[in-house]
């Protein structure tokens, strides 16, 4: 299996590499806690995305949660937001390595479930048990 | 449909591992067939992804989009749930070497996985053990710690008297009573002491003497204890004005020597009178 990863700043992506462009089985949105602008594109992005996504395809990604003297993005507005959307949310600091390491494990291991490369989990039913481990 | 696009996707995703393909190399029919199979497979997922791509795209209005979001996902759910009820269990091919090695390589991982559960588990135990012990040791210092203090309040309680106000008046009674003694005790002694060494000057029994001092014998004299209680008296009774008038009971050379030894002072401008020396403050 080979992962190829596509950053984007905002969404919709451009229409005119629409035929050459492979599937996409997981999307990823980064929110960054310490500017609020970071939030208001995703919102903004969140609309373009098409609804089919969001049986298990999208996560939440929240970074710079661990100073909480920066943050003007409070963690419960996106706990709110991944909630409204169904979608699970990861927290993560980048500047310390081995978080950094452990929560790209957990989206490869995400990509690879969503790709349907485990037999018997669909994204679906995988994002669901999450969700409700969440919620208590 | 989506539910066929599941089905043909989950049997994909069974598909041979590459271990498995490599150990087959051999056997160039199984290979064959395995290849037919897989482009079966395949021609029938190209199939289902044409017709998914011919839907159009419904975004997600953010108002409304867990409402939304959650029925999609309910219908989906359903269509999984019947998906695996009516799912039998399928063989992906009658080959038994493919088999085989498949079951093999299952088994394998299946041992790994299983392998890595129990080193967690076990390296989850100790530390819980670990823990353990540690909570022990600390309840126990926790409970000598306690058994001190209980220890330590006892014989403090033991020293502790209650107040009684009875008690204390009597302590200052019984206080009061022997300062009194002993000031008895000593003003005894002071007066036999002046007595013994400063006795009033006897009367002499000679005619001649008393022609002299008839005169400065008319008047009864006092003792040196007299003498000295009157000044006591007066300065303890009026502090701001200590001060006794000579008169002719005085005898004079017990003035002197109360004066020449600093035990009374003479008033600064009245030589008649004196008082005594501050002792007590």
């Known amino acids: 299996m080979k992962e190829d990863c596509h950053l984007t700043t905002s969404l919709p992506l451009p229409a005119e590499r629409d035929h050459i462009r492979p599937r996409i089985d997981l999307i990823v949105f980064m929110i960054n806690l310490q500017s609020k602008y970071s939030l208001k594109d995703i919102e903004a992005s969140l609309l373009h995305v098409d609804a089919n996504f969001f049986l298990g395809k999208v996560c939440f990604l929240a970074i710079g949660a661990g100073r909480m003297n920066q943050i003007s993005v409070e963690t419960n507005v996106v706990l709110r937001l991944a909630d409204r959307y169904c979608s699970p949310v990861l927290f993560c600091e980048l500047e310390c390595e081995k978080i950094r390491i452990a929560t790209a494990q957990r989206l490869l291991q995400m990509l690879k479930i969503c790709a349907g490369h485990l037999p018997g989990i669909s994204a679906l039913s995988f994002s669901s048990k999450i969700k409700n481990s969440i919620d208590d | ?281």
């Open chain 2, 1 to 281: 449909m989506a539910e066929k696009f599941a089905k043909t996707a989950s049997l994909y995703s069974q598909d041979v591992s590459p271990t498995v393909s490599s150990t087959l190399l051999s056997s160039d029919i199984a290979r064959e067939q395995l290849l037919e199979e897989c482009e079966e497979l395949w021609k029938q997922m190209e199939e289902c992804q044409n017709k998914l791509t011919l839907e159009e795209i419904e975004t997600v209005p953010g108002s409304d989009a867990k409402l939304l979001l959650l029925m999609k996902q309910v219908k989906s759910l359903t269509a999984e749930l019947n998906l695996w009820q009516q799912r039998k269990p399928e063989i992906i091919t009658t080959n038994p070497d493919v088999l085989v090695a498949l079951g093999r390589d299952q088994l394998q991982k299946l041992d790994h996985e299983l392998e890595m559960v129990l080193s967690t588990v076990q390296a989850k135990n100790k530390k819980l053990k670990q823990d353990l012990l540690r909570e022990e040791r600390w309840l126990e210092e926790q409970q000598q710690l306690i058994d001190c203090l209980n220890q330590t309040e006892e014989e403090i309680s033991k020293e502790v008297v209650q107040f009684s106000e009875k008690r204390t008046f009597q302590e200052l009674k019984s206080k009061m009573l022997k300062v009194k003694d002993y000031k008895d005790e000593i003003l005894n002694a002071l007066g036999e002491f002046l007595e013994e060494h400063f006795p009033l000057p006897e009367e002499d029994g000679t005619a001649k003497k008393k022609k002299h001092s008839s005169a400065k014998q008319d008047v009864q004299l006092i003792t040196l204890h007299e003498i000295l209680e009157n000044l006591i008296h007066k300065i303890i009774k009026s502090p701001h004005d200590p001060y006794v008038t000579i008169n002719a009971s005085f005898w004079s050379p017990y003035i002197e020597l109360l004066l020449r030894y600093g035990i009374a002072l003479r008033h600064p401008e009245d030589p008649n009178r004196i008082r005594l020396e501050n002792f007590h403050q």
